[in-house]
């Protein structure tokens, strides 16, 4: 039997098996219709039927009220950083944005373009990102429009173990932590989500957006960013990423049949645990993130005698556990360990882990 092979890239990243292998057995006959479903029309009956199932599963597993409209978009989770200050930032006005890694900074750097971004907590220190100040610490503006921040640092392994309480509008990037536990999604004005690594082909992204917070963009808004525009046409203005659609769709049934999102949230506690605990108890690896805010998708460590590196990643490689290496800005390894990523997965890194310290110490 060959060994199994497991996907850690961080994005786009590994799908659920179940669902790839489903997408591989109706690629060209989908429906019996003796065509595939990226080759019908998005206004067939036939997909539509695919859309909205895929929407109402959505709001199943995250139990999304009717306060809130869910789109499908095009642009990733970058087209987000621009669409959010584009529907809710009035032209000269200002939001709050807190920065604790690569990609909510990134999201500020897109921001200023629209807008006057104060940055109301800033968490990093000598060691990189690895912490979050804490809530009282933060300087929030009276006039902001909103306040921004991402859940979890997918670069740096930095999560929020909370949910910030403001008065203003909360804006979450959850790309890389949506539908890995449970949430309270009334808390929020908006969350968004490249879909590929918990939903997805990359290129799509969802939206969750408050309706009242809809219908106020800024004139200039391109049509296909525009939220109300889009929840007018049921995300349809302009051809949807169909394919994409669909297969978050199949995404959302195998996560039902799971258990929903709080069985998932169970089996990621498992397999972060795993690693963690086995990279604290070696003296071989370590992980810089400060214990109560480390990622449960993406755990990035290093090895203490940098000069393996190479050595770690062809040999990991070999052994099937593929994608390992950390970000380049940040450099080391990471694992990404989204939904998808079975516990035997993890439990095959600690081993190779275990032995790679062991030949090498
Ligand atoms: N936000 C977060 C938290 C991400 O991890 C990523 C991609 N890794 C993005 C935004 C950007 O997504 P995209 O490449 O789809 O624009």
Redesign the pocket.
């Known amino acids: 039997m060959t060994k199994p092979i497991f996907n850690f890239c ?2 786009p990243a590994m799908l659920p098996k179940a669902v790839m292998a489903q997408a591989q057995q109706e690629f060209v006959n989908w429906n019996d219709l003796g065509c595939s479903v990226m080759e019908i029309s998005h206004r067939s009956a036939n997909y539509i039927d695919v859309a909205k199932q895929a929407e109402q599963d959505l709001r199943d597993l995250m139990n999304i009220s009717g306060d809130y409209e869910v789109l499908f978009m095009h ?5 987000q950083f621009a669409s959010v200050p584009l529907n809710l930032l009035p032209a000269g006005g200002e939001a709050d944005y807190i920065s604790t890694g690569s ?1 909510s900074n ?1 999201a500020i750097a897109e921001g200023k373009k629209f807008g006057k971004v104060n940055i109301a907590a800033e968490s990093h220190s000598e060691n990189g990102f690895a912490s979050i100040l804490p809530r009282d610490k933060w300087n929030l503006s009276d006039n902001a429009a909103y306040v921004h921040y ?1 859940p ?3 670069v740096d392994g930095v999560e929020f173990d909370y949910i910030p309480d403001v008065d203003k509008p909360l804006i979450a ?1 959850m ?2 932590c949506i539908l890995s536990s449970e949430i309270d999604v009334s808390k929020f004005g908006l969350i968004y989500a ?1 879909a ?2 918990n939903i997805g082909p ?1 290129g799509l ?1 969802i939206v969750i957006v408050r309706k009242d917070l809809m219908g106020k963009s800024r004139e200039g808004t391109p049509s296909i960013y525009d939220y109300a525009l889009q929840s007018q046409s049921d995300s349809m203005f302009n051809t949807p990423p169909t394919f994409a659609w669909y297969l978050a769709g199949l995404v959302f049934k195998w996560l039902k049949a799971q258990g929903g999102v709080k069985a998932v949230q169970a089996i990621n506690k498992q397999k972060a645990d795993l690693l963690y605990n086995y990279i604290d108890e070696s003296e071989f690896y370590s992980n810089r993130v400060v214990a109560n805010y480390r990622s449960k998708m993406n755990v990035p460590f290093y090895l203490k005698d940098e000069n393996l590196n190479k050595a770690f990643l062809a040999e990991s490689e070999a052994n099937g556990l593929l994608a390992l290496k950390g970000h380049r800005s940040v450099g080391g390894m990471r694992a990404s360990i989204y939904n998808a990523m079975p516990l035997e997965g993890v439990q095959a890194l600690v081993e190779f882990m275990q032995d790679f310290a062991q030949r090498n110490s």
């Open positions: 961080a994005g642009g990733g989770g970058r087209g990609w990134a991402c979890n640092e997918t990037d790309s890389s490249g590929q690594k990359s992204a």
